[in-house]
């Protein structure tokens, strides 16, 4: 018999993961439980379809986004196909038309003869064979039940996330690294400091902060634990100063004071290039969230690797559970891809489908998988999503800041200039021996 796999979920991965598999002579059962049954985001027919915008982001090398796509393109990327074909002004950005998008990749889909779309929902991951999961992050409640029994604690359904902020952009004149009561290492957390006024402008700044409104599936009660910044502030003045920014057990080293409120930062790679900003889980607007949190002594000309936000999303712990390759540790057989892996963003879920669909395909026919370079903006995201800190793993976009570093102090745009031309002569180089069986 001739080699086949089986996709979970017509999404951009799934979708990318199918054509990347057939493309290379596998033969694919790709199920998307879609017209049957929408989840509560979805409302066109077709397949891989964008829910919130037509911008995939950035096109300019400046950003990591950028280079992760043109990373896409150059290794064959059906994702990066669709979009060029159906792409609209936006300036700097990359734009579609979504019904387009969906078009056209639907139409890729189910033209291809070794794809054979599967509509209806499906609860159970298949007992044998080689199987990729893509269902989302609005995976439906069967499917998750059943993942749930595969991943133990580590399935998620609900994201606060803290924003992140690159370490060159600190201001290290105010910020110091301390940990409270001298306990632990001296740099395991920086400190902003903030004096009395300090604090009260910026609590009446998160209260009058512009908030994302949820939508009604989205509408749950948070735990205290990951309770909004600014819903935490609402509950008094002081509030905060008894929850996520308290400064017992700190001292300024430049008044050898305690401060009168604390911010702290606690490095988000091994490396220390990103710092989150702790117990910082927010629904202010972007915009907004720039503006106040810069407002924050220290991080005045902060740069923002990713934003807060808090929204349902399905996703497993990744560096507890999935191997390089995305293959769950527990059963190999089994690959996760798009944001159920972690990643963020649709570019991002692409670029796990491409990873998924070339791996499902390579053990499919007894080939050992492939990592990219991790030089690459999509070996730099493979490696940080199975290799963060288990603790406290949070989706992540792809971002300058998880890339290995150059040697010698470089400004930064020269920096990112320079981390670009690595990646794409590595993707280059990486793409003969990944397309090589590409028929």
């Known amino acids: 018999m001739s080699p086949s796999i089986t996709i979970i979920g017509a999404g951009l991965a799934g979708c990318e993961a199918a054509w990347q598999a057939a493309s290379r002579g596998v033969a694919v059962k790709l199920h998307e439980m879609k017209p049957q049954r929408f989840s509560p985001a979805h409302k066109l027919p077709g397949l891989a379809e964008l829910v919130c915008s037509n911008s995939l982001r950035g096109d300019s090398l400046e950003n990591a986004v950028g280079l992760l796509k043109e990373e896409l393109r150059r290794l064959g990327s059906l994702f990066m196909e669709a979009a060029e074909a159906t792409r609209v002004p936006a300036g700097g950005a990359l734009a579609v038309d979504r019904e387009q998008f969906s078009a056209y990749v639907t139409a890729k889909i189910t033209a291809h003869p070794l794809i054979e779309l599967v509509t209806g929902e499906i609860s159970a991951i298949p007992d044998d064979g080689i199987v990729v999961v893509a269902s989302g992050p609005l995976t439906s409640e069967p499917l998750a039940a059943t993942l749930k029994g595969l991943t133990g604690d580590y399935l998620y359904f609900y994201d606060a996330i803290a924003p992140i902020v690159t370490a060159e952009s600190l201001d290290m004149s105010v910020i110091f690294a301390a940990s409270r009561y001298g306990k632990g290492d001296g740099d395991d957390y920086l400190n902003c400091p903030l004096n009395r006024e300090e604090y009260e402008t910026f609590v009446q700044q998160l209260l009058d902060g512009d908030k994302v409104a949820a939508r009604d599936f989205e509408k749950v009660v948070h735990f205290e634990g990951c309770m909004p910044i600014e819903e935490l502030a609402a509950r008094g003045v002081e509030t905060l100063r008894f929850g996520p920014m308290p400064p017992v057990g700190l001292a300024d080293p430049r008044t050898g004071q305690e401060p009168h409120a604390v911010i702290q930062l606690r490095k988000e790679t091994r490396e220390g290039a990103l710092y989150n900003l702790v117990g910082f889980q927010t629904k202010l607007t972007w915009p907004e969230q720039k503006r106040i949190f810069r407002m924050i002594p220290g991080l005045h000309n902060a740069d923002f690797a990713r934003l807060g936000s808090m929204h349902r999303n399905t996703f497993v712990n990744a560096p507890a559970l999935l191997q390089p390759t995305f293959q769950l540790k527990s059963q190999p057989r089994i690959i996760f891809a798009g944001q159920i ?53 949070q989706p992540m976009n792809v971002n300058y800041g998880l890339f290995p570093e150059l040697p010698g102090r470089i400004k930064k745009k020269e920096r990112r200039g320079m981390l670009a031309a690595r990646a794409l002569a590595e993707i280059d180089q990486w793409n003969g021996e990944v397309n090589c069986d590409r028929e």
Do not use: D, M, Q, W
């Not at 692409?350 to 791996?359: C, F, H, M, P, T």
């Not at 050992?368 to 370079?373: A, C, M, Q, T, V």
């Open 341 to 393: 892996t972690g990643v963020e963003g649709y570019v991002e879920s692409a670029g796990s489908g491409y990873l998924a669909g070339i791996n499902a395909a390579r053990l499919a026919t007894g080939a050992e998988p492939l990592l990219p370079p991790e030089n690459t903006a999509l070996g730099a995201l493979v490696r940080h999503i199975t290799n963060a800190e288990v603790k406290h793993f």
